[in-house]
């Protein structure tokens, strides 16, 4: 029962435009989600976090937004860099539990 | 601190044998997971360590999988009898305490193929 989904297994934007990275959820109990990228053969590293108390979480060129009625989140990465071109995980989290429910992962590669 | 350190970082055995894998967290992290990633989908939680003790672990965890933490450092994973639907990457994580600003930082994970 995959209960965070990522239905776009790959996505290829040009340097310098918008990636926007897309993840819904089943479980309404989650309130904490999270963003992770992963080169190859590295570990998944934190890219940036939301609580579902808001509605958009920024850091720099990364932007997440929550929309908790359609449950769906979606990473923002403006402008995109070749250097971003990596595997985006979504991940979701219930306050209080140990783990967290990984989407399958996006493939972004942003072209020069 | 050079991170979270995971050995070996591939590890190819025949079904049926017993496997080994170690993890060294962040020195100062208390919080240690080991996570499971077969191809094409993301990572699946397998147990939570706080400290030494073993809180959670999931149904994915059979009784062939064991997993310690001796002093609450370095943890290894044990796999026995292995089929080869446990080829997959095992990676392990730590955090200093269950931050959902900062999340877990990873290491860079042991593949096992079963032949």
């Known amino acids: 029962d995959q209960q965070v989904k990522q239905n776009s297994p790959s996505l290829s934007v040009q340097e310098g435009r918008i990636s926007i990275l897309n993840c819904d959820y089943t479980?309404?109990?989650?309130?904490?989600f999270l963003w992770y990228k992963k080169y190859p053969a590295e570990g998944p590293t934190f890219l940036i976090s939301?609580?579902?108390?808001?509605d958009k979480n920024e850091d720099g060129r990364f932007t997440v937004f929550l929309n908790k009625s359609a449950k769906h989140l979606s990473l923002h990465i403006v402008p995109s860099q070749p250097g971003d071109s990596a595997v985006y995980f979504c991940?979701?989290?219930?306050?209080?539990?140990?783990?967290?429910?990984f989407g399958t992962g996006t493939r972004l590669t942003v072209i020069p | 601190d050079t991170g979270v350190s995971q050995d070996p970082r591939h590890k190819i055995t025949k079904r049926g044998q017993n496997v080994t894998f170690r993890c060294d967290p962040i020195?100062?992290?208390?919080?240690l997971y080991w996570y499971r990633q077969t191809l094409g989908q993301g990572p699946e939680f397998l147990t939570y360590?706080?400290?030494?003790?073993?809180?959670?672990k999931s149904r994915l965890l059979s009784d062939r999988f064991s997993a310690e933490r001796p002093k609450g450092s370095f943890s290894t994973l044990e796999i026995q009898r292995t089929e080869q639907g446990d080829s997959a990457m095992y990676l392990c994580?730590?955090?200093?305490?269950?931050?959902?600003?900062?999340?877990?930082?990873f290491g860079s994970g042991t593949r096992l193929t079963v032949v």
């Open positions: 994580a730590s955090s200093l305490d269950w931050d959902s600003h900062y999340g877990y930082t």
């Open positions: 479980n309404s109990m989650f309130d904490y």
């Open positions: 939301i609580s579902s108390i808001k």
């Open positions: 991940a979701a989290s219930v306050t209080g539990a140990n783990n967290l429910f």
């Open positions: 020195s100062e992290h208390n919080r």
């Open positions: 360590f706080q400290n030494e003790a073993q809180l959670e």
